[in-house]
């Protein structure tokens, strides 16, 4: 069985939890990887001794970027005007 995720590192994050997270690349769900398990052994009723064998090759990275501020253009205004509107 293959599955691809994305890998995010943050060792400056706030949150211990947060500094490495593994997320589906469609849902952007945290996987469950007891239940891939079990979904490889067939999800039959009973104890498994299993050896899981992980593999991990990078596909691509991407550098985390600074958080981007979005400005939003508003049309300027005089003062006067505003004043005018709200009379």
Request: aromatic residues 4%; charged residues 25%.
């Amino acid at each position: 069985m293959m599955k691809h995720y994305i890998l995010n590192l943050n060792p400056t994050a706030k949150h211990e939890w947060d500094r490495c997270i593994i997320r589906d690349p469609l849902t952007a769900k945290r996987p469950d990887i007891a239940k891939l398990i079990a979904e490889a052994v067939g999800e039959e009723t009973g104890n498994y001794l299993i050896s899981v064998n992980i593999e991990v090759q990078v596909l691509e990275q991407a550098s985390a970027s600074p958080i981007e501020q979005l400005s939003l253009p508003f049309p300027e205004m005089s003062v006067t005007a505003q004043l005018r509107e709200a009379a």
